[in-house]
């Protein structure tokens, strides 16, 4: 039951940072666009994708699914069918006109340019903040060396 209950809590916190970054590249797009408001089935499967973005997250990330996978492959996991979500609610909640091969492109530039961000920053923050615990660690070991 404990397991369950860390699941269900880590869902929520991704489903929590998914939603909230969602809502400020809508907001960007509706201000883009000069639209005056939200609408309320826009913002419904806004909250459910982004719990399905929290749960793969969580399946493609973490060891429940996958004990051994590199992490390019975990990338792939995650993105492609989180692709094919976002792109099923894009067509089934008229995020943009599914008619226009031009809002397809940009619709799949702005997924590619949007996964390549988020995923650089995420491996430059770990890469940071690793080489922080890194130099603590040094100066750990040469202050024990001291002694």
């Known amino acids: 039951m404990k397991k369950f209950f860390q699941i269900v809590v880590s ?3 991704r489903t929590a940072l998914c939603y909230t970054a969602a809502m400020c590249f809508y907001l960007f797009f509706l201000f883009v666009f000069k639209q005056e408001g939200a609408s309320l089935p826009h913002l419904f499967s806004l909250l459910v994708v982004s719990v399905a973005a929290g749960t793969m997250q969580l399946a493609a990330f973490s060891d429940l699914l ?5 992490y390019g492959w975990r990338l792939v996991v995650f993105a492609v069918p ?3 979500v976002l792109t099923a609610f894009a067509v089934g909640f008229g995020w ?5 091969l031009g809002a397809w492109v940009l619709f799949g530039v702005i997924f590619v340019v949007i996964f390549v961000a988020i995923t650089a920053g995420i491996e430059l923050y770990f890469r940071l903040s690793g080489r922080k615990y ?3 660690l040094d100066w750990y070991r040469k202050s024990r060396e001291k002694e």
């Open 11 to 13: 869902i929520k916190e």
């Open 66 to 70: 996958f004990k051994k996978l590199a």
């Open 82 to 84: 989180f692709g094919a």
């Open 96 to 100: 943009f006109p599914t008619d226009q």
């Open 134 to 136: 890194d130099d603590r």
